[in-house]
T-cell receptor, first 116, second 113 residues
Framework: AQKITQTQPGMFVQEKEAVTLDCTYD???????LFWYKQPSSGEMIFLIY??????QNATEGRYSLNFQKARKSANLVISASQLGDSAMYFC?????????????FGTGTRLLVSP | EPEVTQTPSHQVTQMGQEVILRCVPI?????FYWYRQILGQKVEFLVS????????KSEIFDDQFSVERPDGSNFTLKIRSTKLEDSAMYFC???????????FGDGTRLSIL
């Protein structure tokens, strides 16, 4: 069965510093996708970044980058130059391809607090 | 930028009543999903929908749940006889192709009294 593990329930970072949010995954599939979503206190789910299992380069989207280490089955999110607006819950998710459709399996999330 | 729209944002219902949660996916998307998030917990998959039929459903999605795409734009989740444990945030999501990211709506907070 597919599983996502986020071991950091909470992280603190000072504004303008970089922070890494950890995510490890478990799957026997060769083809899969890894996603990060941000959930502010208002509750919506905001897509941040995607990494495919066959992508050779680490994904980047603005201040977000994904440190993909396939052999270690990790897909850590790096946020550079943290801003106060980055304070939120962050969920790592994996696309499951067993039926050919992309059901997402989520981790338990990491709450990030950015301080001035 | 196109977005997934969900209504209502908050629904309060008496236990045992039927509730319908509504979603308007992004217009050219083909794959539709419902997820739920019980307060303080992780997001859980409920059901996926493609080509006017359910493609996969989870153990949570029992006979009390149903989904429908009644027209070309709406995608609904119906809970026939609500229970206290159905209280959660329900998210609708859609994607264009099966390997593209899913875009989520803002969610409907369902409170069962």
């Amino acid at each position: 069965a597919q599983k996502i593990t986020q071991t950091q329930p909470g992280m603190f970072v000072q504004e303008k510093e970089a922070v890494t949010l950890d995510c490890t995954y478990d799957t026997s599939d060769q083809s899969y996708g890894l996603f990060w979503y941000k959930q502010p206190s208002s509750g919506e789910m905001i897509f941040l970044i995607y990494q495919g299992s066959y992508d050779e380069q680490n994904a980047t989207e603005g201040r977000y980058s994904l440190n993909f280490q396939k052999a270690r089955k990790s897909a850590n999110l790096v946020i550079s130059a943290s801003q106060l607006g980055d304070s939120a819950m962050y969920f790592c998710a994996m696309r499951v391809m067993n039926t050919g459709f992309q059901k997402l399996v989520f981790g338990t999330g990491t709450r990030l607090l950015v301080s001035p | 930028e196109p977005e997934v729209t969900q209504t209502p944002s908050h629904q309060v219902t008496q236990m045992g009543q039927e509730v319908i949660l509504r979603c308007v996916p992004i217009s050219n998307h083909l794959y539709f999903y419902w997820y739920r998030q019980i307060l303080g917990q992780k997001v859980e998959f409920l059901v996926s929908f493609y080509n006017n039929e359910i493609s996969e459903k989870s153990e949570i999605f029992d006979d009390q749940f149903s989904v429908e795409r009644p027209d070309g734009s709406n995608f609904t989740l119906k809970i026939r006889s609500t229970k206290l444990e159905d209280s959660a945030m329900y998210f609708c999501a859609s994607s264009g192709q099966f390997n593209q990211p899913q875009h989520f709506g803002d969610g409907t907070r369902l409170s069962i009294l």
